[in-house]
């Protein structure tokens, strides 16, 4: 491959406009890496955002090349050189691609390329001053814009993001926060409990309502309908809010607890979202829900809205997986769960380790302390690679659902915590005693198993015997226990992390990524 040289505005390449010409203009696609874009010895500055991509170039393209042409078209250039590169400060809006790896596995001691599908680890750092402040639609429209259409790349995948402090706290946060929502809740030292309306659809306003006071009434802290159910024809949105608040008010009476229901205000237009959010907070609900599909600014935008008007913000993250369960193409959760803390909900869906939801239990402990933590560290088995100060942002809590149930309360309370919303949907509404009992059932188990934990016993290997005895003065958790046993959703995890501590190695395995076409 021809070597260009790099022009960066210095008065010498200006001197001799036939050299210009013939060498700054040349037909053909850019080598980016030879005009600025790849920087092997670049020295990252504390201010700078950066951004780990996973790619596999086409077999012709040669890893390096494809990283800088990743950096270039994610910052300030295009498919050629331009004249009016020259009217800016280059230098200092260009991405830098400074560092790759290869991504190898470990066989017998040795490390090997895949050569069928050879991928690799591709670093760039950022100028803070390519994003808006407090903007997670900018900073999402620069780094994955249009590079996942490269044609040079087979795959790439945005696998985590080190936010630097100065751009971090451009951003709310979330609106209400741990801490806070259990004193308002006035509940301690447990995971909070929900559970979800099946079946999603074809119930009335009045028999979801009756739902959702059996559940809080049985020993819930919030109860939710279907994401779906946005303003059918056959349900109204207002006609849903007013059951559902009535059902919350009579069970809080009846508990003498502050119960909430997650109050859908998800709409196609902000007019609407705004309109629900106030009938909302009329009615005297604490907590409303938006989707994820809503949108990254309609997400920030009721964000705000719910810290000016003490309103807890749930985040469904309907269609994550569209982005997030491929690991060779798409986005990462855990640079989802970032953005999402950053844009200022409260409760993030953020899977699970056992239920029926593609989870890898590394991978989710990872998306939780992302989450939860004021400070997280690197840990690649953990697929954590930047260490993140989470500063003055308040933590929000991850909600765990999908397939899970009372009889793998253990399990879920070792690996995800106690600040954590456990829902139990068809753990709690296919219970044989009703909806009530379903409830009962799960707080008698996430009760005890704290309880056992606090005591100092070992929860996690005496978990089944533990709930064995919660359900001798228990009959709800009796029946539950009966019917589900130790149901395990046991189908391997998709998104697994590329690194791994097993019994050959106690480190991580890379090989540098070599130029195979430079000259």
């Known amino acids: 491959m021809k070597s260009k040289k790099s022009y960066n505005n210095n008065s010498e390449s200006l001197s001799d406009p036939t050299q210009i010409k013939s060498e700054r203009y040349e037909s053909g696609l850019i080598d980016y890496s030879d005009v600025g874009y790849w920087d092997p010895k670049y020295e990252i500055q504390p201010t700078d955002i950066i951004a780990l991509f996973r790619y596999a170039p086409q077999f012709s393209v040669d890893p390096i090349r494809a990283i800088a042409a990743i950096a270039a078209e994610s910052s300030t250039a295009t498919w050629t050189i331009v004249w009016t590169d020259l009217l800016t400060a280059g230098d200092v809006y260009r991405a830098k691609a400074y560092k790759v790896h290869a991504i190898v596995k470990s066989r017998y001691g040795e490390a090997i390329i895949n050569r069928d599908f050879p991928e690799y680890l591709g670093y760039i750092a950022y100028n803070i001053d390519l994003f808006e402040e407090g903007s997670i639609a900018n900073m999402a429209a620069l780094i994955i814009g249009n590079v996942f259409g490269f044609k040079m790349l087979r795959s790439i995948r945005l696998e ?7 751009y971090l706290t451009t951003f709310q946060g979330p609106a209400t926060g741990v801490e806070e929502e259990r004193a308002r809740l006035d509940k301690y030292g447990r995971p909070l409990i929900g559970a979800n309306i099946r079946p999603k659809f074809g119930l009335s306003g009045r028999d979801e309502g009756r739902a959702v006071y059996a559940g809080l009434k ?24 007013l059951y559902y608040q009535e059902a919350v008010n009579s069970a809080s009476a009846a508990t003498g607890e502050v119960k909430g229901s997650y109050l859908n205000v998800t709409a196609g237009n902000m007019e609407a979202i705004y309109e629900r959010a106030e009938f909302a907070k009329q009615l005297g609900s604490i907590i409303i829900m938006i989707d994820l599909v809503a949108g ?71 998306f939780y302390q992302t989450l939860v933590d004021c400070k997280t560290y690197a840990n690649l088995p953990q697929g954590m690679w930047f260490h993140q100060d989470w500063t003055s942002i308040r933590r929000c809590f991850p909600v765990a659902s999908g397939g899970i149930n009372c009889g793998q309360m253990h399990y879920l309370l070792e690996y995800l915590g106690e600040d954590v919303v456990l829902h139990f949907g068809g753990g709690t509404v296919g219970h044989p005693d009703g909806i009530q009992a379903g409830a009962t059932a799960n707080r008698v188990a996430v009760e005890s198993m704290v309880l056992a934990r606090n005591e100092g016993r070992d929860y996690t290997e005496e978990g089944p015997e533990i709930l064995r005895e919660a359900a001798r003065t228990c009959r709800p958790l009796q029946t539950s226990l009966d019917l589900w046993k130790n149901i395990l959703f046991n189908a391997g995890s998709v998104d697994k992390a590329d690194i791994t501590y097993n019994q050959h190695f106690d480190s991580i395995h890379f090989l540098p990524a070599k130029s195979h076409f430079a000259e």
Not at 160 to 166: E, F, G, K, S, Y
Not at 223 to 238: I, T
């Open 296 to 366: 990254y600014t309609a997400i920030q935008s009721i964000a705000k809205w719910c810290r000016a008007n003490n309103m807890i913000l749930h985040l469904e993250c309907a269609g994550r997986y569209t982005n997030t369960r491929q690991r060779r193409h798409g986005v990462s959760f855990r640079v989802i769960s970032k953005w999402m803390r950053l844009a200022g909900v409260d409760h993030v869906q953020a899977g699970t380790v056992v239920g029926n939801l593609d989870s890898n239990q590394l991978m989710i402990k990872g």
């Open 160 to 166: 985590d993001m080190r936010i630097p402090l100065a």
């Open 218 to 241: 049985g020993g819930l802290d919030y109860l939710k309908g279907g994401e779906n159910n946005s303003s059918q024809s056959f349900m109204r949105w207002k006609e849903r809010f």
